[in-house]
């Protein structure tokens, strides 16, 4: 299996443009979870969806944030507009559904920056 | 709610050195606990995982036991090497939910 897949890798932007970061779970796992990881909060849920629909958005941090599972092999978070103090480590974790499976694989991250 | 507390880094060792990182938990309910790794540059590694009280995890010489009545789930190796060099992170979850995390603890092993 290929993992969790997220795209871009590296992702530099202006304060003010849009930025989407995207993920594909894996293959057959029925939740996806999106965090942020910055030096100063560590790692951070920010939005859970359970069969593409959103459970959990509380810690989406202000409606500049949007996140969309239009199906069960994509995801994707936007910002818009973008700030600087958006800037960290978005990472995308996928968990499968059996009975007693409770392990989330992550991407490999995308890093934002905002200039 | 839940809550993850590990010890700050970064904690410096020499290569076949004792590790222990401490970490202790809050939680309602019954949670699995987890410990990930991160090497630089890289997204979380599951390294190992113990889902009831008195399981033990462990993974590539890497241990930690699920102690409910301390609620604690310390990771240890008994030889660590240059390669173990990463940030560790300690975690839990409850029910099919999002992971809590600790802050990380940085591990740098000098040869």
């Known amino acids: 299996d290929a993992g969790v897949i997220q795209s871009p890798r590296h992702e530099v932007t202006e304060m003010g443009q849009e930025v989407t970061l995207r993920c594909k779970p894996i293959?057959?796992?029925?939740?996806l979870f999106w965090y942020r990881q910055t030096m100063m909060r560590g790692l951070e849920l920010l939005i859970y969806f359970n069969n593409n629909v959103p459970i959990d958005d509380s810690g989406m941090p202000e409606d500049r944030f949007s996140a969309k599972m239009p199906n069960a092999s994509f995801s994707t978070l936007k910002i818009q507009p973008s700030e600087p103090r958006d800037s960290a480590v978005y990472f995308c974790?996928?968990?499968?559904?059996?009975?007693?499976?409770?392990?989330?694989?992550f991407g490999p991250g995308t890093r934002l920056t905002v200039l | 709610g839940n809550s993850v507390t590990q010890m700050e880094g970064p904690v410096t060792l020499s290569e076949e050195a004792f590790l222990t990182i401490n970490c202790t938990y809050t939680a309602t309910g019954y949670p699995s606990l987890f410990w990930y790794v991160q090497y630089p540059g890289e997204g979380l590694q599951l390294l190992l995982k113990?889902?009831?009280?008195?399981d033990k995890g462990s993974n590539k010489g890497f241990e930690a036991t699920y102690r409910k009545e301390t609620t604690s789930f310390h990771l240890e190796k008994g030889s660590v090497q240059v390669s173990d060099s990463a940030v560790y992170f300690c975690a839990l979850s409850t029910g099919r939910r999002a992971l809590t995390f600790g802050s990380g603890t940085r591990l740098q092993v000098q040869p």
């Open positions: 113990a889902t009831k009280a008195d």
């Open positions: 974790a996928s968990l499968g559904s059996g009975r007693g499976t409770d392990t989330q694989y």
């Open positions: 293959s057959g796992h029925n939740s």
